[in-house]
């Protein structure tokens, strides 16, 4: 009986450890959303296809129709975005995730 009671207390102890370890709401454990839009920087059209990198997660995303991208990230952290695409100079710019983040990235053409 008393060892039933000490395996029960073991679990709950475990549980609740674990629990409130994932329960934890800082700035920085909370997931939010980096999206943004990438456009010529000449004629404000929207670009598709564009690979959208962000070194410190090792992520890749690619622009959809609308030229927009979007990645899941932790809230409060920096990174570096990165855009490439044929006939463009690449572009890096740091970004801050705060809730639900959007950025404007313009590239510039090789032809300028």
């Not at 029960?8 to 997931?31: D, P």
């Not at 992520?59 to 975005?81: L, P």
């Amino acid at each position: 009986m008393k060892l039933k009671i000490l395996t029960t207390l073991v679990m709950l102890s475990v549980a609740m450890f674990a629990f409130a370890e994932g329960g934890k709401t800082t700035k920085n454990n909370v997931e939010t959303t980096l999206s943004g839009v990438v456009i010529d920087s000449q004629s404000g059209e929207v670009l598709t296809g564009v690979k959208v990198h962000i070194p410190e997660l090792n992520k890749d995303a690619y622009t959809d129709f609308d030229g927009k991208f979007e990645f899941s990230v932790k809230n409060g952290q920096n990174y570096t975005i990165k855009a490439s695409y044929l006939s463009y100079q690449d572009k890096s710019l740091s970004a801050e995730a705060e809730s639900n983040s959007s950025l404007k990235v313009k590239l510039e053409s090789v032809n300028n």
